[in-house]
Each structure stands twice: as C-alpha cells, then as structure tokens.
C-alpha cells in the first residue's frame, strides 16, 4: 500500500454525487481525464448519495465499478469506500439512523459494496461515522479480519474525534490488530468556528495534528477544501461555520496572493494542503474536465515559501 502514501498522496478523487447529479456519461469522463493525468486514489462510499433526488445511496459504487470493468482498470486504481452511515432502514432520519459498525453491519456492506463496485478488494476502507453505541474492540476486529484475508489493504477512519480515534488505535495494538493509518475529516483554509454544531462532521484541528505528528505513520485526508466554490465566487455566502472578520481575512488574503501568483483562489488552497507539512490530501469533488484539471494543477503547483509563510501567518 505505499503507493496510497506516494504516488497518489497529492490528491483523491471525491465522487460522491457520481450517478445523481453528476451524470453517468460525466462521471466517465472525468474518470479517464483523472487516470490519464495520473491520478490514482477514488473516493465513495455505501451511501453515495442517498439524500440527492431521487438517490438511494448506491448509485456512485455503481458508476465506478461499471467504468473499472468497462475499461479494465481496476489494478490502476487505488480504491476507497466506506461503511457505516448508510439509513437503515433507507428513507430513515439521518444521521440517528446511521447503520453503525457492529461487526455484522461491516461485514454485510463489504460484501454489497464490493458486488456494487465490481472488485474483491478494497485498498482503502474506511470507518465513515464514529459509532459509540458499538464497542471500538468489535469494530476493530471485523476490520481486521477484512485486512488478513487479503480483502482490504489499509483502513481508516472518519468524522471522528482525535480522542476516539486514538482509542481506536490502541485497541488496535493491543490485540495486534490493523489499525486506522488514515483519518479523513473535513479541511480548508478557513477554519471553523468550533460553536457552530455541523456535526456528524469534523474538521481537522490542533489536537489531531498534535497527535498524528507524535504518531508519524498516518496519513491526514481532508473533504470540502474548496468551500462549494466559496473562494472563487463572490456572490456565494460563506456557511455559518466560516464566517466572520478572521475568515474574512483569510478569504481576502487567498484571492490577493492567488492573483499575484496567477493562479485560481482553488489552486493556491489546494497547493497550500498538499504541500504543507504534514501534507493534506485533499478529497476534492468536481463536476467539469475544467474543475478538474484545475485541481490537478493545483495539488502539483510548488507554492513559493514566503507565500506559505504569509499564509500560515495569517493563520
């Protein structure tokens, strides 16, 4: 698996509106412009994208597997998908309904996601909502038993809090089990008033960063870098998490040292997570070819270092 830690560190390929509202023929398309740019690593999910109309949660396993068989693909890729906030029953309240990560539950959705994807393996499965009702030491050793019968390469977590994620990690050692080696939560350049409640999310904060670079062997992922377009369009009002005169702040400073640089507000967030140290892979969802060959020349751009400098500054 270290070519989830190398070659495909820069970036990951979000798919989750794949099947709804971003068509299939779309969706197709921008999976041959990401393999053919060089991109490797593609996100889902058992439960993309159940709450877009007309969606059943289903539909963006489906789209990969189809295009991977189509194309024969699948040894290219580097595939991640998720298990555990899928409604059960579907059309259920969410997220009170979220299916959880006893051992059954993970079980019987690898086994769907895997026929819905068209492969036997996963290089990457991740644990997509905290469960507290089940016990971490079930829930670790179903994921475990996934990893040794070759059937899952890596495991990771997300939306989940440093403090269980941690928890998770020992129980891990203490039973010589796989553990989690990647965290995904939600991460810009913005950062989120921590008394405004979006949760089941989280963000990437101080203590998580704190932790993993005690840790050295886990990879940090992070989901709506790009705000829905907030840093490159004016008329679209900040999410109450980021507002305010510090995020105000922020947001002017991208757009001034983007423009100086000439590339996109995208671009400079972009090059800004996964050049940092640590590196943040960003997990990023597009739409168009353009959007993502945007991106794409966002995540390899090398930010000059006084640039950097000013933007953690600013931080």
């Not at 019987?108 to 009702?133: G, I, K, M, N, P």
């Not at 016990?135 to 670790?140: S, V």
């Not at 998770?168 to 796989?178: D, F, I, M, N, S």
Request: net charge negative.
């Amino acid at each position: 698996m270290s070519a989830v830690r190398h070659d495909a560190s820069r970036m990951c390929l979000g798919t989750m509106y794949f099947g709804t509202t971003v068509p299939e023929d779309t969706a197709r398309r921008l999976l041959d412009r990401y393999l053919e740019r060089g991109g490797r690593l593609i996100d889902t999910a058992n439960c993309y994208c159940f709450w877009a109309d007309g969606g059943t949660g289903e539909e963006s396993e489906e789209v990969i597997g189809r295009w991977m068989e189509d194309r024969g693909v699948r040894e290219e890729i580097l595939l991640a998908t998720k298990v555990g906030s899928r409604p059960e029953p579907p059309g259920s309240p969410w997220p009170e309904s979220a299916e959880g990560l006893r051992p059954k539950v993970i079980h019987e959705q690898f086994a769907r996601s895997a026929e819905r994807l068209r492969t036997d393996r996963f290089d990457v499965y991740f644990a997509h909502v905290d469960d507290a009702d089940t016990e971490l030491e079930e829930t670790a050793e179903a994921f475990d038993a996934l990893v040794k019968a070759g059937s899952v390469g890596m495991l990771g977590a997300s939306n989940i809090s440093p403090e269980r994620f941690a928890a998770a990690r020992e129980t891990a050692a203490k039973h010589g089990w796989a553990p989690y080696e990647i965290i995904q939560l939600r991460h810009t350049y913005l950062l989120p008033d921590p008394n405004v409640d979006y949760s089941p999310q989280r963000a990437i904060d101080g203590p998580l960063l704190e932790y993993t670079a005690a840790q050295g062997d886990i990879l940090l992922q992070g989901y709506s870098p790009l705000l829905g377009g907030t840093y490159t369009r004016e008329d679209r009002e900040l999410a109450p998490e980021y507002r305010g005169a510090d995020n105000a702040r922020r947001l002017e400073t991208v757009r001034r040292l983007s423009g100086s640089l000439g590339i996109t507000p995208n671009q400079l967030v972009l090059a800004w997570m996964a050049g940092g140290d640590p590196p943040i892979t960003p997990v990023l969802g597009v739409s168009t070819v353009a959007q993502l060959d945007e991106a794409m020349d966002g995540v390899t751009y090398d930010l000059p270092p006084s640039i950097r400098a000013e933007l953690d500054t600013i931080r």
